[in-house]
């Protein structure tokens, strides 16, 4: 069986707990799309990781993690995280890598932070892990794929030569910056043949007879619904796509070999990076849900960066949860609320005097507001309880009154930052 887990929102709502939970009973954990420009913070026996290549289900020595050919591959950082992790105790995780997974270079790091500071104050917010350049060049054709580190050097070194003739010209003219050599870059992709060539497996075979066995298989995706390039808050998004359905491709699959998407929401918003945010909040009542939220505060995995906070977005979190194709929903930081007497949750967006539930295209959403309704708070701590019941009766009002505006199932209840904080739901017929 193949599985799912997912973002419905900005990315920042939990799926790396999900995914490090769900891997105890997964035999095969793949990453699908995405780099290392976002994390996820796992919290489990081992202490408190920041993963940002390696599957979320790393920390089960049963387990087998993949890095599929849709994801942008920073080879250095992949083998950091890797002695990272076994350095402090982690049995040596069980790795495999797509030939056909494309290779962040150096250079792609190099443009996207000259590419920021040309923007300056109109820049995209990028993490300057070289994500932007990099999808650029596998879309134009001139990336380098991880199965041609093994060409012939001539070969290889003449592909390089036509590659960055177009890359030096802007290098020179539009940043002022010294040129590539042919030389250096054929150097950094011996170096990431040597670090790689243990892991380079065809993957897509692989999962195919995997599935064949009656393996159990989940997909980890990176961020979530809204930055996605096709159905995001574009051109505030990231350049691969986030969707469910963009895991079978990612980790080279039939679609409909996916029986479950576990789609993941915050009981609050948050957001890392510039772009449309309706039910955005600012001050001292942000700063208070910034400081209480996640594990030690809401800042990025990733850049360290402070996150934007805002209540829960109904609008925004059904669209996420549809385009999707939630099967499930997971719902987490849920404790974080407990402080609060009451609790806005934004149920639809006013523009240009009409309210609206359904979420709009970019232009529209710069000019919505919020409209709110509040509901009582539970003001007292919920970590610690196994069994949805014994929540306040409050607490379960707001996941019932949520779970109906979204019209997807709350099936999980994550009420603390740890691997075995979670409480399981019946699904809700009324939202099937």
């Given at each position: ?15 790396g707990k999900i995914t490090d939970m769900l891997g105890k009973e997964s035999d095969i ?170 892991y380079v497996c065809d993957v897509s075979s692989y999962l195919w007879n995997a599935i ?216 809700d017929v009324e939202t099937k």
């Open positions: 069986m193949v599985r799912a887990v997912v973002g419905a929102n900005w990315g920042d709502e939990g799926k954990i793949v990453r699908f799309q995405g780099g290392a420009n976002a994390g996820h913070t796992i919290i489990n026996d081992y202490g408190k990781f920041a993963l940002h290549t390696l599957p979320s289900g790393v920390f089960y020595d049963h387990t087998t993690s993949v890095i599929g050919s849709g994801v942008a591959l920073n080879i250095p950082v992949l083998f950091q995280e890797i002695k990272g992790i076994v350095d402090r105790g982690v049995p040596r995780p069980k790795i495999l890598v797509s030939d056909r997974a494309q290779m962040v270079m150096s250079y792609h790091i190099l443009f996207d932070k000259l590419e920021e500071e040309r923007l300056a104050g109109k820049s995209f917010g990028s993490t300057k892990s070289g994500i932007a350049p990099f999808y650029s060049d596998k879309y134009a054709k001139i990336g380098f794929q991880v199965s041609e580190l093994f060409l012939e050097e001539k070969a290889l070194k003449e592909k390089i030569e036509q590659v960055i003739v177009q890359k030096n010209v802007i290098l020179q003219h539009l940043y002022h910056a010294p040129a590539l050599q042919v030389e250096e870059i054929y150097q950094e992709l011996m170096e990431y043949k040597t670090m790689v060539k243990p064949k066995e009656g393996k159990h298989i989940l997909l980890e995706g990176q961020l979530g619904t809204l930055k996605d390039p096709d159905h995001g808050i574009y051109p505030m998004v990231t350049s691969s796509s986030t969707l469910a359905a963009y895991g079978a491709i990612g980790a080279g699959i039939p679609p409909y070999e996916i029986r479950q998407i576990i789609t993941v929401c915050k009981a609050y918003s948050s957001a890392v990076g510039a772009g449309a945010f309706v039910s955005e909040i600012f001050g001292e009542e942000a700063d208070e849900l910034r400081r209480r939220g996640g594990d030690g505060g809401e800042y990025g995995a990733t850049t360290g960066r402070p996150r934007r906070m805002g209540w829960f977005d109904c609008v925004a979190s059904k669209y996420g949860c549809r385009l999707q194709g939630a099967t499930d929903v997971a719902f987490t930081v849920l404790d974080v609320l407990g402080y609060l007497d009451e609790i806005p949750v934004c149920v639809g967006y006013e523009i240009d005097g009409q309210v609206t539930t359904e979420f709009p295209v970019t232009a529209l959403l710069e000019k919505a507001k919020p409209v709110y309704e509040t509901l009582p708070g539970w003001k007292c701590d919920i970590r610690g309880i196994r069994k949805y019941e014994d929540l306040p009766e409050n607490c379960r009002n707001y996941v019932e009154f949520i779970e109906k505006q979204i019209g997807f199932p709350i099936t999980m209840v994550s009420n603390g930052p740890g691997r075995n904080d979670i409480i399981f739901r019946e699904k």
